[in-house]
């Protein structure tokens, strides 16, 4: 049998059901059994682990293995895992599936079933899951992440943001006044967060947040400004098509100050006169 790596929950999941796959490879004479327990390795079942250590999933028959093609999806309380006990998984104060705890915690998912044997016979011998799926259960927020620079766009802008190793997602809120406006959520494995729908020459604050896979969200990182502008904007996307610098104010350097907008507005203008 088979399992992806590793799965992380958090207290967004609390009183909601998470899903993970399974597959199996072969054919078993006897039902799946599978269960969630804090011990350090997987035994032949639930009963098997430390008292106290397991929360049993219901298992998977062979009429279900026969039908599914020998695969399917599968879900469990993240309330009922078993780290939430009324004593505590310390022996102390009891935890419970919250925020108010910061708690990061891993468990596995384990699977057993029984094999055919030479003869044909369903065997005594227990067939374990090669990979145990791995679960956290995390409340520790990630850290914060970073606001690296800020380019104004047309009604937009374009915020590079550097993440912590722990997170999966950045969030940069964009606001006027104090007030939230809008906001935008990327994977980290974006160059950067487009937040979009803002009023042009209009100076908007920003701030990022780090997401971890748990949904755990960071603190805010210090605010930065960006002020959305339909010429610079439009200059920007000009040179991410892979434009280059033309015009008579064009320099090997770059372009400073009111060179931006003299080579700029040239460009514009013979656009609009071959169009």
Same mark, same amino acid.
Do not use: H
């Given at each position: 049998?088979? !399992?992806?790596?590793?799965? $992380? /929950?958090?207290? !967004?999941?609390?009183? &909601?059901?998470?899903?993970?796959? @399974?597959?199996?490879?072969?054919?078993?004479?006897? %039902?799946?059994?599978? @269960?969630? =327990? =804090?011990?350090?390795?997987?035994?032949?079942?639930?009963?098997?682990?430390?008292?106290?250590?397991?929360?049993?999933? #219901? $298992?998977?028959?062979?009429?279900?293995?026969?039908?599914?093609?020998?695969?399917?999806?599968?879900?469990? %309380?993240?309330?009922?895992?078993?780290?939430?006990? $009324?004593?505590?998984?310390?022996?102390?104060?009891? /935890?419970?599936?919250?925020?108010? /705890?910061?708690?990061?915690?891993?468990?596995?998912?384990?699977?057993?079933?029984?094999?055919?044997?030479?003869?044909?016979?369903?065997?005594?011998? /227990?067939?374990?899951?090669?990979? #145990?799926?791995?679960?956290?259960?995390? =409340?520790?927020? #990630?850290?914060? #992440?970073?606001?690296?620079?800020?380019?104004?766009?047309?009604?937009?802008?374009?915020?590079?943001?550097?993440?912590?190793?722990?997170?999966? &997602?950045?969030?940069?809120?964009?606001?006027? %006044?104090?007030?939230?406006?809008?906001?935008?959520?990327?994977?980290?494995?974006?160059?950067?967060?487009?937040?979009?729908?803002?009023?042009?020459?209009?100076?908007? &604050?920003?701030?990022?947040?780090?997401?971890? *896979?748990?949904?755990?969200?960071?603190?805010?990182?210090?605010?930065?400004? *960006?002020?959305?502008?339909? =010429?610079?904007?439009?200059?920007?996307?000009?040179?991410?098509?892979? *434009?280059? %610098?033309?015009?008579?104010?064009?320099?090997?350097?770059?372009?400073?100050?009111?060179?931006?907008?003299?080579?700029?507005?040239? @460009?514009?203008?013979?656009?609009?006169?071959?169009?």
């Amino acid at each position: 049998m088979a !399992n992806t790596d590793a799965m $992380s /929950v958090g207290p !967004n999941s609390c009183g &909601q059901t998470s899903a993970f796959n @399974w597959q199996v490879v072969g054919s078993p004479c006897a %039902e799946i059994a599978m @269960w969630i =327990t =804090t011990d350090s390795d997987c035994r032949d079942s639930a009963s098997a682990q430390t008292a106290g250590s397991f929360y049993s999933l #219901p $298992s998977i028959s062979l009429n279900d293995i026969r039908t599914s093609g020998s695969s399917g999806t599968k879900t469990f %309380e993240v309330s009922r895992l078993p780290i939430f006990t $009324s004593s505590g998984s310390d022996g102390g104060t009891a /935890v419970t599936c919250s925020a108010d /705890v910061e708690i990061e915690s891993t468990m596995r998912l384990c699977a057993s079933t029984k094999s055919y044997d030479f003869y044909g016979q369903c065997s005594s011998t /227990v067939v374990k899951a090669t990979a #145990p799926l791995e679960i956290s259960y995390d =409340t520790k927020r #990630p850290g914060a #992440p970073t606001i690296e620079s800020v380019a104004a766009l047309d009604k937009a802008l374009k915020v590079t943001v550097d993440a912590p190793d722990d997170a999966v &997602q950045v969030k940069v809120v964009a606001m006027l %006044e104090g007030a939230q406006v809008t906001s935008k959520t990327e994977g980290v494995d974006r160059d950067a967060v487009t937040v979009e729908n803002l009023v042009n020459d209009k100076t908007y &604050q920003l701030e990022a947040y780090s997401i971890d *896979g748990a949904g755990n969200v960071s603190l805010a990182f210090a605010t930065a400004e *960006g002020t959305p502008n339909r =010429t610079l904007g439009f200059y920007e996307k000009y040179r991410e098509a892979g *434009g280059e %610098e033309m015009g008579c104010g064009a320099t090997g350097g770059g372009f400073a100050g009111g060179a931006i907008l003299a080579a700029l507005g040239f @460009w514009l203008f013979s656009r609009r006169n071959r169009s």
